[in-house]
């Protein structure tokens, strides 16, 4: 008898609290607003990188599911796979080149609507060979990406030209 007078203000205070905490938390939960919408990228752009020699001119073809990209990155007619992942407006994307020295370029930038924009740079940091002065590391370099192919003979494996804007 003694023990159940002094263990049901416990158990009672007990359950109390944890229905107390457990509202309270709803109560106070913080409104972040709406939630960042992902921005749609799948389809075809036209991206111009700068690399060390100049600007290389490419096609991106991107597939979308949820978060997840995939697609391809041509560049004068040879076809690279490259995998990423998207949110909100932040993209990132891999682009592994093959050859004697194989290597992966990421790519990390923002959408804009039909806007892309960024810096890439060798995955996993490194040494890169530049050229005279050997091995040194490889800079962030900055890229552009415009959604759609502006000229109807713009196909997937022939990069844009330099003076395609001046076509009519």
């Known amino acids: 008898m003694i023990l159940r007078r002094w263990l049901s203000p416990i158990l009672f ?3 109390a609290a ?11 939960s913080i409104d972040r607003g709406p939630a960042l919408k992902t921005a749609k990228v ?3 752009w036209r991206i111009a990188w700068n690399v060390r020699l100049g600007t290389v001119r490419g096609i991106l073809v991107l597939k979308q599911t949820a978060a997840d990209v995939t697609g391809t990155f041509l560049e004068y007619g040879k076809q690279y ?3 990423g992942s998207i949110q909100g407006q932040a993209i990132t994307f891999e ?3 093959s050859g004697p020295r194989p290597y992966m370029i990421e790519f990390k930038g923002t959408v804009d609507g039909g806007k892309m924009s960024g810096t ?3 995955k996993g940091g490194g ?9 040194v590391e490889d800079p962030d370099r900055h890229w552009t990406a ?3 192919l502006k000229h109807p003979n713009d196909t997937p494996g022939k990069p844009p030209d330099d003076d395609d804007d001046d076509r009519h």
């Open 42 to 44: 799948a389809g075809k």
């Open 127 to 135: 040494r890169v060979f530049l050229g005279h002065g050997g091995e």
């Open 81 to 83: 796979p490259l995998s």
């Open 95 to 97: 682009v592994p080149f």
């Open 120 to 122: 890439s740079g060798l």
């Open 146 to 148: 415009t959604r759609g």
């Open 18 to 28: 944890a229905t107390w905490f457990s509202g309270g938390a709803q109560a106070k």
């Open 13 to 15: 205070s007990l359950v």
